[in-house]
């Protein structure tokens, strides 16, 4: 499996690829603010073709460049219900500080949009991608998951949970009690080992977060799923 990223734009937002190997077909997850160019350098490095655009969640510093690169390459934009209006117009979204630099902000509506379910299998780009749906940091937040060639698991977490941290809950729709409960109930479930690509700062494992992460010091798997 091929995974590779960078943090893009002022937010340094890590968007990432996927690929069963390189010279072939790929997923892109959270193109954000100013993602083509390294982007493109990146498909073109590894010969690899996007099948699709994933995303973790409706926020503008994920979302930017979606519907640019999807459209380029002819492939659906796949995102939750629940943040689907975001995608056009993301400062339902954001604070008031953000819509004072971005005023009133559209973007661009993508070619091709598909919702998210809680639960699904995505088959693409000859991958299996897990659904988690993971509320707290916005209504719509998911992690999409995976597993490697030697049965280690990875999670594509957005937003949701952080080197010793977790996500913001107090732009709108955000739920600081309805993140932990999606932490407990969709990732501390997992094995130690598995490794957590956020969408903000880097790699960490569900194992060292349980041990480290004091936001999650009370927590357990059973502690109960958000509704």
């Known amino acids: 499996m091929l995974v590779a990223g960078f943090p893009a734009g002022s937010f340094r937002t890590n968007c990432f690829v996927l ?12 193109p954000g603010q100013d993602a083509v160019a390294d982007l493109d350098v990146l498909l073109a490095e590894h010969s690899l073709t996007p099948a699709a655009v994933l995303l973790t969640h409706g926020h503008l510093d994920h979302t930017y460049c979606a519907a640019e690169v999807a459209d380029a390459h002819g492939v659906p934009v796949w995102i939750h219900p629940d943040d689907r209006a975001w995608l056009t117009e993301p400062m339902l979204g954001m604070s008031e500080q953000s819509r004072a630099v971005f005023g009133d902000l559209r973007l661009p509506e993508p070619g091709e949009v598909r919702d998210i379910a809680d639960d699904a299998t995505l088959r693409l780009a ?7 749906h993971t509320p707290g940091h916005t209504p719509g937040s ?9 049965g280690t698991g990875v999670v594509f977490g957005g937003d949701t949970l952080f080197q010793g941290s977790v996500g ?18 969709r990732l501390l479930s997992r ?11 880097p790699a960490t494992t569900i194992g060292a977060e349980r ?5 999650l010091a009370d927590l357990t798997p059973t502690r109960g799923r958000a509704q």
């Open 211 to 215: 041990a480290h992460n004091p936001f």
């Open 191 to 201: 094995d130690d080992t598995t490794i957590v690509l956020p969408g903000h700062g």
């Open 142 to 150: 998911v992690c999409f998951t995976t597993t490697t060639e030697d």
């Open 19 to 30: 690929a069963p190997a390189a010279g072939g077909a790929c997923v892109v997850v959270d």
């Open 168 to 185: 913001r809950t107090d732009l709108p729709g955000g739920s600081h009690d309805t993140l932990l409960d999606s932490i407990a109930a």
């Open 126 to 132: 000859g991958l299996e991608l897990g659904v988690a």
